[in-house]
């Protein structure tokens, strides 16, 4: 298997720039790319990201917006929001025509086609090597080098030991898989259950309230998983259980402090992204598909898409009929 000594980071966004960080600490030549110029040459000068403040980029790091530069890598990390990576692998596959690696480090699912992001990047670009890279990482944490562990996950075992080997370090730890439909299942779904339990604490209905919520959002989480097929230790592995715990308890995720503030009945934050308000719908339409039920995910979708309000979406979830625990 190859060394993969070089990376391209194809995203530098906050997530992006972290995970530049966390490939030149792990001694591979890396590139940034930032699809707009100016913004590549702000990075690339001030060594500094406004999207992820705080953060000196390694002067190491090439930043730049040429994509023929970024797609001579020996891997590729597409650190886009998940419903543009289709796009950025679109952009990226007309420059590679060997067998590539390109993880997706976006967290999603494709609104329209219901794709997961490895499906997308097989499409997208026939000579990549899909695999994905998700697990309890705020970028901020990644960037300033405090410990974090994550699943990398890739259908061919030694590949995936291999992009391990290349990306990991002391304080960013990859265990790898194979089950990558449980990995993409687990870090689509946490996004939509950070959002509910950013709502409970801003209706402030108390820490027993956010326990259950997060206990029986899981069990959805790892119906839907198992009815894809995936693996029972993904599910409860750092991609999902993992994920979950995070961003359900911190309102450094975006998707809580998105919910936080819906239950606050306060303006969201501006110009954050959160993922899972654009994978609620799709991740009910794939529930449904499968005559998964999905709770929490569908109060969730009916709350941003206005067709409930927060109290009688709590409202229908608390008088459901009750039943046994699976
Ligand atoms: N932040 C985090 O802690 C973590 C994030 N993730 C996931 O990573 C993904 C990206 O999130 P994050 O980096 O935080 O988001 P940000 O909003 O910080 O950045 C998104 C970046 O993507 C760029 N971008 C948007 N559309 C395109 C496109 N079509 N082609 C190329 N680049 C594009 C933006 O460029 P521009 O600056 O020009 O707008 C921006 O730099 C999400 O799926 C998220 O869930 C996963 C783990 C941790
Ligand atoms: O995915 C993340 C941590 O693992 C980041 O969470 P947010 O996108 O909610 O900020």
Known sequence: MTAFRSVAVIGAGAWGTAL???????????TLWARNAEHAARIASTRDNPRLPGVRLAPEIMVTSELSLAARADMLLIATPAQHLRGAVNMVASHVSTPVPVIACAKGIEHGTHKFMTDVIAEAAPHALPA??????????????????????????????????????????????????????GGAAKNVLAIAAGIVVGRNLGASALAALTTRGFSELARLGRAL????ETLTGLS????????????????FALGLALGRGEQPPAGKLAEGEFTAPVLIELGASQNVEMPVSEAVAAILSGRSTIDAAISGLLTRPFKAEE
């Open 240 to 255: 999902g259980l993992g994920d979950l715990i995070l961003t359900c308890s911190s309102p450094q995720s975006r998707n």
């Open 229 to 232: 097929g995936a693996r029972s």
């Open 20 to 30: 530049a960080t966390v490939a030149a600490r792990a001694g591979r030549n890396v």
């Open 132 to 185: 994905i890279l998700s697990g309890p990482s705020f970028a901020d944490d990644v960037a300033r080098g405090l410990p974090t562990a994550v699943t990398l996950a890739a259908k061919d075992e030694a590949l995936a030991g291999a992009l391990v080997q290349a990306l990991g370090s002391a304080t960013f730890r990859p265990y790898h898989t194979t089950d990558v439909r449980g990995v993409e299942i």
